[in-house]
């Protein structure tokens, strides 16, 4: 097949992409300058929330929707709580509650939001790709709470906030990312942010949960628990979903824990000090152990503490316009 | 009947390797006629001056799905026949999942009497491989093969079943039928809606191995030789299943395939910011892949280019890509696409239209995508440099579902003919 010539793809118009800027649907893409704006603004909202000085006039008269597809009781809490304290009116939809179990489609749910002039839309939907959609409809800016596997932004961000609050740094490091990777948001997005601004990223579990495609996304792969978290400066654990287990991926509970949980044997290879992290909620017993998830290298509430600051931040960039 | 004149044209048949300037003659609806430049041309004859372009046989499509019956809103038989001629598509083979599924005699001869209503198409349905094609029991292939059915497939699926597969080989051996195989393998695809790679983790899409193509194709290819059946894959998107068609065809094995445009002229990366008009079945591949389905083309192992014309209305398409129903129109841009192979000198132009006219006919066993003297005057004359842009929305028919919206292809349809009436002008 020497002299058959390889006829290029063909190019394709450009895609309705919703501007990236005016919305937060994802981190792959984003720059360390586009990042950092957030984490100082936190930072400082972080403390403002600690002294109850939070400014409430800065959203105030603005419409912030939680539009949650899929259970959520942290990130809406969170979400509901960082717009509180901004002075935001805040409206909670759940796909319980709403007209999306009667057939709306999620464009006739956009169109609906538009009507009631939202200025955020905080989205979380079981599919990938759902933010983008309701973004190139909707005139709020969007935040993606979550979507699919694909990307959960503010938890990358505050995730970011406390490694940095600890270590001082976000360059340099060697994070170990450990669990469900494969069908995890929530380490796609903090594989996009630690990336960019100078980390290196390791994802540890069975090769059924953490495929070697990942290898696609820059991050070294690892099947071994104890290699996996060597001398690592940051631990995250993922929560394993109970529906893995019986759906052919995982054999058990105490056979996953048995090579991939997280207790004090195993956190002892990891440089003295490591941080463990969780998005949470967390299985104790199942991915982490007990006396890992309460002991002084964990940093489990303080994320969550960071969660609130950081979607404050979020909040107030956005409504400004966005982060160009 | 008056006799018309189609002069100042390059004929072109691969099937009888016709390729010069000249006229064509038509009269009583058939080819009288082939002449060589500076021929007289006859007085009595309506002249119609060609301006240079090529004149091919009206192009013979061996896949495509209508939404007709059941899903008029998407596709009705009229307007994919408005966009078949658009196209310069004047045979059609038709798709079998349908509601009803295409599992009736009587539905058969429907879909024929439709098409020839149209005046504009010829329509060949695929009678459906098990009843209702859902992969159960085995349809009546006799009296669907009596009734015309052309092949036997279950359309956009997989028959799952080994053994099962087995039977309906052996079963269409016996009455001569070929069988038309989507060559994937329903467990590994289920779920699934991008092929498995970097840009589907990076999407978080759920993905489908390549391999889910390999390992249906190998399986098949094992039964067609232990029946003896005459099996065709349709749509052939990967360089390993198109290696092991390419081995079987080396052994003697009678297998065939067909793949189309977006196989070859687009990769993954058309899904890129969730495009769910990119979404297909089987889903685009990697560049890796695709320059393969380009290999198999030039080497001969693939025997046809179909469109694989599958309709959708924009509510279908409006939805979360995981949610999305797969599939393109294609009959409008199955000329244009297949050229920018022939612009890249990937494949003559004789050859490309051998696969989108002889190649075809000669699979489905039928008279057409000739010019031979004496046949159906269906006829495709087109400009093949002329350059145009894909539009979703202003495209012929009713279905806007475009895979290659935005795109400028080289190589326009400018007029078409059924049995020697013109149905399509540009």
């Known amino acids: 097949m020497a002299d058959t010539a390889a006829m290029p793809p063909l190019s394709l118009g450009p895609a309705s992409v919703a501007s990236g800027q005016r919305h937060l649907l994802g981190i792959a893409g984003m720059t360390a300058a586009e990042i950092e704006p957030f984490l100082d603004l936190a930072e400082s909202y972080a403390l403002l929330s600690r002294s109850r000085k939070a400014p409430r006039d800065r959203l105030q008269g603005r419409t912030l929707i939680n539009l949650f597809f899929e259970d959520s009781t942290r990130t809406r809490t969170s979400f509901e709580l960082a717009g509180k304290r901004l002075g935001a009116d805040v409206i909670n939809m ?26 955020l839309l905080v989205v979380r939907h079981g599919m990938s790709g759902a933010p983008q959609l309701l973004a190139r409809k909707v005139e709020a800016s969007v935040v993606n709470a979550g979507d699919g596997t694909h990307e959960h932004p503010t938890q990358a961000l505050l995730d970011a906030l406390t490694i940095r609050r600890h270590l001082g740094r976000l360059s340099g490091l060697e994070v170990a990312i450990c669990g469900d990777v494969g069908h995890s948001r929530v380490a796609r997005s903090n594989i996009h942010l630690l990336k960019a601004l100078g980390s290196s990223v390791r994802v540890v579990g069975p090769p059924t949960l953490v495929p070697g495609a990942l290898a696609d996304l820059g991050v070294s792969v690892h099947h071994d628990m104890e290699r996996g978290i060597a001398d690592t400066d940051v631990v995250m654990m993922l929560r394993l979903q109970k529906e893995r287990m019986g759906s052919g991926l995982v054999p058990s509970e105490r056979e996953y824990f048995r090579f991939f949980g997280l207790d004090q044997r195993r956190l002892v290879l990891a440089r003295p000090g490591a941080l463990v992290m969780h998005p949470g909620p967390m299985n104790r017993g199942v991915e982490i152990a007990s006396a890992v998830a309460d002991s002084d290298q964990s940093v489990i509430q303080e994320q969550v503490e960071m969660g609130v600051a950081v979607r404050m931040a979020v909040l107030d960039r956005l409504s400004r316009g966005g982060y160009a | 009947m008056t006799t018309t004149v189609i002069h100042n044209v390059r004929l072109l048949d691969p099937s009888c390797d016709l390729d010069r300037t000249g006229h064509l003659l038509l009269r009583d609806g058939l080819i009288a006629g082939l002449g060589a430049d500076g021929d007289v041309l006859p007085d009595d004859a309506e002249r119609i001056d060609g301006e240079g372009c090529v004149l091919s046989p009206g ?92 092949g036997f497939t279950d359309g956009i699926r997989a028959i ?70 005459r099996l065709h894959f349709g749509h052939v998107s990967t360089a390993e299943g198109i290696g092991l068609i390419r081995e079987a065809k080396a052994r003697g094995s009678a297998v065939t395939c067909d793949t189309a445009p977006p196989y070859f002229a687009l990769n993954e990366t058309a899904i890129v910011d969730f495009r769910t008009y990119a979404k297909l079945s089987p889903p685009l591949r990697t560049e890796a892949d695709r320059i393969g389905v380009i290999e198999g083309l030039a080497d001969g192992t693939i025997d046809a280019i179909a469109s694989d014309h599958a309709p959708s209305d924009a509510d279908d398409k409006r ?86 919206d935005g795109a400028v292809l080289r190589g326009r349809v400018r007029g078409t003919w059924k049995n020697g009436r013109q149905v399509f002008a540009a």
């Open chain 2, 59 to 150: 192009l013979v499509d061996m896949r495509v799905a209508i939404g007709e019956p059941g899903s008029e809103y998407r596709e009705t038989i009229a307007s994919a026949a408005r966009a078949a001629v658009a196209g310069g598509v004047t045979t059609m083979a038709v798709l079998p999942n349908a509601v009803p599924a295409i599992d009736d005699p009587a539905l058969v001869r429907l879909l024929r009497a439709r098409g020839d209503e149209t005046g504009m198409v010829t329509i060949h349905p695929y009678g459906a491989l098990t009843k209702g094609c859902a992969g159960q029991a085995m349809a009546e292939l006799g009296l669907l093969q009596e009734a015309g059915a052309i």
């Open chain 1, 94 to 119: 759940t796909v319980a509650t709403s007209s999306v179990n009667k057939g709306e489609t999620l464009l006739d749910t956009a169109a609906t939001l538009n009507a009631m002039r939202c200025d």
């Open chain 2, 160 to 229: 799952a079943d080994t053994k099962q597969m087995r039977n309906l080989l052996s079963y269409a051996r016996g009455i001569g039928a070929t069988v038309v195989q989507h060559p994937e393998d329903p467990s590994l695809a289920s779920g699934g809606c991008a092929t498995a790679g970097a840009l589907a983790t990076r999407f978080g899409l759920p993905q489908i191995p390549a391999a889910a193509e390999a390992i249906l194709i190998a399986r098949d290819l094992r039964l067609a030789e232990l029946t003896g059946a």
């Open chain 2, 319 to 404: 939805l979360p890509f995981a949610q999305a129903r797969a599939g393109g129109t294609g009959l409008a841009t199955l000329l244009g696409v297949t050229m920018s192979l022939v612009h890249a000198g990937s494949l003559s132009l004789s050859r490309a239209m051998a696969l989108l006219t002889a190649e075809p006919a000669r699979l489905l066993g039928i008279e057409a995508g000739s010019l031979k003297i004496g046949g159906r005057a269906d006829l495709c004359l087109f400009a093949p440099d002329e350059a145009w842009q894909v539009e979703a929305g202003a495209l012929p028919g009713r279905a806007q579902n475009t895979p290659f």
